[in-house]
């Protein structure tokens, strides 16, 4: 059908929220990771904007998200010609496989679920179904694609274990049917933590501002943000810093901006005061955020170039899933269409 799809590299898939203000945490965590691996493996990179919805969004404010997250896979480096990018609710399929899936998973395995039971604290006025059953969803999403690879921070680490579970549990019922994907682990130092919670990993949806860096924070916010960022009471770099929740991460983003080794970073600086290090990592930030800045204005401004990436990868995303739902439909003993 399509040139990319003929192309027999390993599938690599990954989804994001379209909640909060993409953080540097998910580029160093995630985006940064698609792009360098994006010439081994096919890529397929979501916003998936149905799980977003398990928590209450405003209509405008998430049709903007997606958008504008679309535009920031791209602006990171994301090449829309060997990757499929989409919005998730533009395939239908995974509406349609989460359903199945639903019904191979077990009430003990969701009620297992780290993340449930933290959502439903935080947003104990909705907990709903949506929300209990999300990892079916995301199962769905995985298993759709035949996908081999799954980049996961240690919050997902548990939906990926329920989704190889739920692959084999149905590959065992009827006959090999999905691909059960291996995790990705990103190597160690990509884990971004909160700029005031420090012991916090960083998160775009968290409600306090400075606690995160966005990607689209113009220079005077980034340089406030690490002006403020929460360090221990030593003023002085030293080689201890590192392991120091504050300043060690400050460390550690200076380490990710300039492709240095954190203890690189430390014999740079050893000896200096904290605050001088930080006017240079803001330096740093503004450096590396201006020009994915520039590329994702360019993007948002041309709608038109927006949308048609969004289509293919949309068509190409519907094409792949269509096969494995015709073959999941088959096994469970539903008629095809057109036949009797
Ligand atoms: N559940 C993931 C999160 O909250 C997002 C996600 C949805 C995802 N579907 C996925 C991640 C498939 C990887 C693969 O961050």
Same mark, same amino acid.
Request: proline residues 5%; glycine residues 6%; positive net charge.
């Given at each position: 059908?399509?040139?990319?799809?003929?192309?027999?590299?390993?599938?690599?898939?990954?989804?994001?929220?379209?909640?909060?203000?993409?953080?540097?945490?998910?580029?160093?965590?995630?985006?940064?990771?698609?792009?360098?691996?994006?010439?081994?493996?096919?890529?397929?990179? !979501?916003?998936?904007? !149905?799980?977003?919805?398990?928590?209450?969004?405003?209509?405008?404010?998430?049709?903007?998200?997606?958008?504008?997250?679309?535009? +920031?896979?791209?602006?990171?480096?994301?090449?829309?010609?060997?990757?499929?990018?989409?919005?998730? &609710?533009?395939?239908?399929?995974?509406?349609?496989?989460?359903?199945?899936?639903?019904?191979?998973?077990?009430?003990?395995?969701?009620?297992?679920?780290?993340?449930?039971?933290?959502?439903?604290?935080?947003?104990?006025?909705?907990?709903?179904?949506?929300?209990?059953?999300?990892?079916?969803?995301?199962?769905?999403?995985?298993?759709?694609? +035949?996908?081999?690879?799954?980049?996961?921070?240690?919050?997902?680490? +548990?939906?990926?274990?329920?989704?190889?579970?739920?692959?084999?549990?149905?590959?065992?019922?009827?006959?090999?049917?999905?691909?059960?994907?291996?995790?990705?682990?990103?190597?160690?130092?990509?884990?971004? !933590?909160?700029? +005031?919670?420090?012991?916090?990993? !960083?998160?775009?949806?968290?409600?306090?501002?400075?606690?995160?860096?966005?990607?689209?924070?113009?220079?005077?916010?980034?340089?406030?943000?690490?002006?403020?960022?929460?360090?221990?009471?030593?003023?002085?770099?030293?080689?201890?810093?590192?392991?120091?929740?504050?300043?060690?991460?400050?460390?550690?983003?200076?380490?990710?901006?300039? @492709?240095?080794?954190?203890? @690189?970073?430390?014999?740079?600086?050893?000896?200096?005061?904290?605050?001088?290090?930080?006017?240079?990592?803001?330096?740093?930030?503004?450096?590396?955020?201006?020009?994915?800045?520039?590329?994702?204005?360019?993007?948002?401004?041309?709608?038109?170039?927006?949308?048609?990436?969004?289509?293919?990868?949309?068509?190409?995303?519907?094409?792949?899933?269509?096969?494995?739902? &015709?073959?999941?439909?088959?096994?469970?003993?539903?008629?095809?269409?057109?036949? &009797?």
């Amino acid at each position: 059908m399509n040139e990319v799809l003929k192309d027999k590299k390993p599938i690599l898939l990954s989804g994001i929220q379209p909640s909060g203000h993409l953080a540097l945490g998910n580029y160093v965590g995630a985006m940064r990771n698609w792009v360098q691996m994006q010439h081994d493996y096919l890529g397929i990179f !979501m916003v998936v904007d !149905m799980h977003a919805i398990t928590v209450r969004q405003k209509p405008a404010d998430l049709r903007n998200r997606c958008l504008s997250f679309a535009a +920031q896979y791209l602006a990171a480096g994301v090449n829309p010609d060997d990757n499929v990018i989409f919005i998730q &609710s533009h395939v239908p399929q995974h509406a349609e496989l989460a359903w199945v899936l639903n019904c191979y998973t077990y009430l003990g395995e969701l009620n297992r679920m780290t993340q449930f039971k933290d959502k439903s604290k935080r947003h104990d006025d909705n907990i709903n179904a949506g929300l209990y059953s999300y990892p079916a969803l995301m199962a769905a999403d995985i298993l759709l694609y +035949q996908t081999d690879l799954v980049p996961v921070g240690a919050d997902q680490k +548990q939906h990926l274990e329920l989704t190889r579970d739920i692959a084999n549990r149905f590959n065992n019922t009827y006959s090999p049917t999905f691909k059960v994907p291996e995790p990705f682990i990103p190597k160690a130092g990509a884990r971004i !933590m909160s700029l +005031q919670d420090i012991d916090k990993k !960083m998160s775009k949806s968290d409600k306090n501002e400075n606690n995160y860096i966005s990607l689209l924070d113009p220079p005077d916010v980034l340089r406030r943000k690490i002006k403020r960022a929460v360090t221990d009471s030593a003023r002085e770099i030293t080689a201890e810093s590192l392991t120091q929740p504050g300043i060690g991460n400050l460390l550690s983003i200076f380490a990710v901006l300039n @492709e240095l080794q954190p203890t @690189e970073v430390v014999s740079r600086f050893e000896g200096q005061q904290y605050s001088g290090f930080k006017g240079e990592l803001a330096d740093s930030l503004v450096a590396f955020l201006e020009p994915f800045q520039d590329r994702y204005d360019k993007i948002m401004g041309d709608k038109s170039y927006l949308t048609s990436v969004l289509d293919e990868g949309a068509k190409r995303a519907r094409y792949m899933a269509s096969k494995t739902m &015709s073959k999941v439909y088959r096994k469970i003993g539903f008629v095809p269409v057109g036949r &009797s």
